[in-house]
């Protein structure tokens, strides 16, 4: 990977340019372009239904499902207190092969996302918002991490 992108000014310059024409994704008539809004979107769109709002993995399909939804608020703790930004990205994305995190249940997202943009915005420009959902997905989850 090129490394972790650690400004948030430089993140969303990079979120204005990929999404600027995409702001139906985001479930808005205005571009999105801050990290935080557009992962919370994100997440309240894709991950919420088994991680449930506090990403405690207790959404309401948490009950029915045929394994436990992971508790995200939990990855740095669990992680000597380092939150696994590359290590979240690549589940989140499920196009890989190495799972760390919940087996094979999760749904692959990179796929999704990139499923969803390919008829409207050609397979680059799709790819490209993609990654800029995970990313942004990714950076959500760091902002709900908890020490307890």
Known sequence: MYGICCSARVFTAILALALS??????????????????????????????HGDRGRGDGPMADVMT???????????ENDGEYPFWDVYQVIDGRK????HGGSEMP???DFFRV??????????????????????????????TGD
């Open 116 to 145: 969803e943009a390919q008829q409207e915005y050609g397979p680059y420009s799709a790819e490209l918002i993609a990654r800029t959902r995970i990313i942004a997905l990714v950076y959500y989850i760091q902002t709900i991490q």
């Open 97 to 100: 092969a190495t799972r760390s």
């Open 21 to 50: 024409s995409a702001t139906s994704m985001a479930q808005t008539s205005d571009p999105v372009t801050e990290p935080e809004v557009l992962g919370q979107q994100e997440y309240r769109r894709a991950c919420v239904s088994c």
């Open 108 to 110: 692959i997202w990179g």
């Open 67 to 77: 394994f436990e939804p992971a508790d995200l608020t939990r990855l740095a703790l």
